[in-house]
């Protein structure tokens, strides 16, 4: 009797557990939806609300001739280059994956995308989302992304 006590009680707290930590990563996609939310919207303000102060903000690209660089950006100087695209440019980032992973306090979310300009195909790559849990809010502490034209056919949306 006492086993099948134990049993239960630690399959009712590892059900717990699971079902805890889905909520978290429901909360951390929504965040990361809210992001996206704001970039489509040309919303500075509902993209600023999700990150915490001082983010680090990166991009891991190609130079002209073919070598790796690494940018590292201000949010404000990104977040006034999204607003100022003309409203007649189109522009959507399509995410194919969330791939979440939480440990305590910390998250960490994996988007590979596709990228489109005025409906024509422009790049895919992967965001890196790296958040901070503080009063039971997630906020984007880190946020850095890859860009490439090469090796994206399996991503293009037809």
């Known amino acids: 009797m006492k086993r099948l006590i134990t049993c239960v009680f630690f399959l009712l707290f590892g059900i717990f557990a699971v079902a ?3 909520s978290e990563e ?3 996609k929504q965040v990361v939806n809210t992001f996206f939310e704001g970039f489509h919207a040309r919303d500075s ?3 600023k609300s999700v990150f915490y102060k001082d983010p680090v903000v990166q991009t891991i690209g190609k130079t002209k001739v073919g070598e790796t660089k690494l940018v590292n950006e201000q ?3 990104v977040l006034k280059g999204i607003v100022a695209i003309p409203l007649e440019t189109e522009f959507k980032e399509v995410l194919h994956d969330y791939v979440i992973k939480i440990d305590g306090d910390m998250a960490n979310a994996w988007t590979p995308y596709s990228f489109y300009l005025n409906d024509t195909f422009s790049h ?3 965001n890196n989302f790296q958040l901070l849990k503080q009063n039971e ?3 984007i502490i880190y946020l850095i992304d890859t860009r490439r034209r090469e090796g994206c056919e399996e991503r293009k949306v037809k």
């Open 20 to 22: 805890q930590n889905s």
């Open 26 to 28: 429901e909360k951390v």
């Open 45 to 47: 303000i509902i993209m």
């Open 75 to 77: 949010l404000e100087k």
């Open 124 to 126: 895919c790559g992967v």
């Open 137 to 139: 809010e997630w906020k």
